[in-house]
């Protein structure tokens, strides 16, 4: 009896011969953009007519469950659930770049200074840094928020401020490890300035780990952003954040009315575990790339 063989399609064949670090990535990377495309596209299918308005009350029906008109089903005050999860989505990623590449654009050019000139100004830094970086980061964020108020920009900034000491202590410790290298002697040697070493030669030695950094950083900042939201410390009432709606939607829970926030939570868990799958998947690449170089 002869034995036939199995015809496996191809693309199974592609993904199973990659690794574990590709598949994450792959998978981290599909997700990722998959919500940058739902926060790109919302707009444009609300003005179609394709979608509810996130911020007007339909008024009726009130706490419609999952239905054709309705996919996730309308929230006690009117809301469509549907559209406000999808402008969740931009709402969360406008909060985290924001947040994210401001605690890059601060913390990385603090950290090659104070690593490469060392001194007392290194010694300030580190104090300073090290002080922030013992504080848990959803406490420092409800404290700052407190001080800087609700809105996109603000709660960027409450949540940049817990993320600096990151990049500082990565970029600052690869630099003292950097800068005694002959590549940086031979530079000092033939009298480049402080600023050509700082960005010819250190920032593309150092700056490896920070893609890693950003990814978990920012899959941190959407679960800090709903902590706030849910604690009534993000952002306005009117505009949609998964947090906060998951908030306005406890007192319904005990009644059965469960989509109002399982949705928003299913969202903001997707995209963290996309983020967080990218972000372990380019370490493990890296971290590869480094052992074999």
Do not use: C
């Amino acid at each position: 009896m002869t034995m036939t063989r199995v015809q496996v399609p191809w693309l199974f064949q592609v993904v199973g011969r990659l690794s574990v670090s590709q598949r994450m990535t792959q998978v981290g990377l599909i997700v990722t953009l998959l919500f940058v495309l739902i926060a790109v596209l919302a707009p444009s299918l609300q003005a179609w007519g394709w979608l509810q308005s996130p911020t007007e009350s339909l008024l009726n029906p009130i706490h419609e469950p999952p239905s054709l008109p309705y996919w996730f089903g309308t929230t006690r005050q009117g809301y469509d659930v549907f559209s406000r999860t999808l402008f969740g989505s931009q709402v969360a990623l406008q909060v985290v770049v924001l947040a994210t590449g401001l605690s890059l654009v601060v913390g990385v050019p603090l950290g090659l200074v104070s690593g490469y000139l060392g001194g007392w100004l290194d010694r300030v830094l580190l104090f300073v840094m090290d002080s922030i970086y013992t504080l848990p980061g959803l406490l420092l964020s409800v404290t700052l928020a407190f001080v800087v108020g609700r809105g996109i920009f603000n709660a960027a900034i409450a949540l940049s401020i817990a993320y600096i000491p990151q990049y500082y202590r990565v970029v600052r410790n690869h630099t003292v490890s950097v800068k005694n290298e002959l590549f940086i002697e031979a530079a000092q040697a033939l009298g480049a300035s402080t600023w050509a070493i700082l960005s010819r030669y250190l920032l593309m030695n150092v700056i490896q780990s920070v893609p890693v950094l950003f990814t978990l950083n920012a899959a941190d900042a959407i679960l800090t952003l709903g902590g706030l939201g849910f604690l009534g410390l993000g952002l306005p009432d009117e505009v949609p954040e998964w947090g906060h709606d998951m908030r306005q939607a406890l007192d319904a829970l005990p009644t059965g009315i469960w989509w109002t926030s399982f949705f928003p939570g299913l969202a903001m868990t997707t995209l963290v575990v996309g983020l967080s799958l990218l972000g372990e998947g380019l370490n493990e690449f890296l971290d590869r790339r480094s052992r074999v170089r």
